[in-house]
């Protein structure tokens, strides 16, 4: 099992090719990224696997500061949340969606004006 700061085995992959010049089976894959593969040697099993639970945990202060280069309000928001925001953004922009303030939106309770054609 391998721990450390990449998030896929890939080049361990790239490696184990040159090397050994035996094409092992992928077992685990996210998207273009190797999670683990196995091959057998000498009636022995070899599992190269990705460490799942080793990863960057975002802090709170990255994510502020990802706000303010994106000019997103902080508001004590996850990084899951933020990437929501900025998805949003990006195809609002893309699309010509309007957002609307709190006094450009219509009460309940209001019926809205009806447009007759003549």
């Known amino acids: 099992m391998f721990s450390r700061n990449t998030h896929n085995i890939n080049d361990i992959f790239y490696l184990f090719l040159s090397k050994y010049h035996i094409i092992p089976n992928v077992d685990k894959t996210y998207k273009t990224n ?26 709170f202060k990255e994510v502020q500061y990802l706000c303010n280069k994106n000019d997103i309000e902080w508001k004590s928001q996850t990084f899951m949340e933020f990437v929501k925001q900025m998805k949003n953004k990006v195809f609002n922009a893309k699309n010509g969606r309007t957002t609307f303030t709190s006094d450009q939106h219509v009460p309940p309770g209001r019926p809205l004006r009806a447009v007759t054609r003549r």
């Open 34 to 59: 190797i999670m683990q593969f196995t091959h057998k040697m000498d009636n022995i099993i070899h599992i190269y696997t990705a460490d799942p639970n080793e990863i960057h945990v975002i802090t």
